[in-house]
């Protein structure tokens, strides 16, 4: 079956970056539209990006230039490397199989605090 295993969250400082990692498995990776999502504490879920059965990405309009999501095949691994964190950006971040996001992982936590 399909399972999705984040991991990398953390405690980290504004300013700071933290790279989210994904296992994949139980379908077709390499050919699989992945994304992440996430949901801060006492809000609502929100689509931070995704990358395409091509590699193409995109990314919400607010995050865009903080934020780079990638895949490796060979290690059935989804990525999101985050940068100049925020404490905005505390959340649980998930990983997310498919265009109807049909299947997700447990999440990982990020905290952004000093």
């Known amino acids: 079956q399909v399972q999705l295993v984040e991991s990398g969250g953390d405690l980290v400082q504004p300013g700071g970056s933290l790279r989210l990692s994904c296992a994949a498995s139980?379908?077709?990776?390499?050919?699989?539209?992945m994304n992440w999502v996430r949901q801060a504490p006492g809000k609502d879920y929100e689509w931070v990006s995704s990358?395409?059965?091509?590699?193409?990405?995109t990314y919400a309009d607010s995050m865009k230039s903080q934020f780079t999501i990638s895949k490796d095949v060979a290690k059935n691994t989804l990525y999101l490397q985050m940068n100049n964190l925020e404490p905005e950006d505390t959340a649980v971040y998930y990983c997310v199989e498919g265009a109807v996001f049909a299947y997700w992982g447990q999440g990982t936590q990020v905290t952004v605090s000093s």
């Open positions: 139980g379908f077709a990776f390499s050919t699989a539209f």
């Open positions: 990358i395409n059965t091509r590699g193409s990405t």
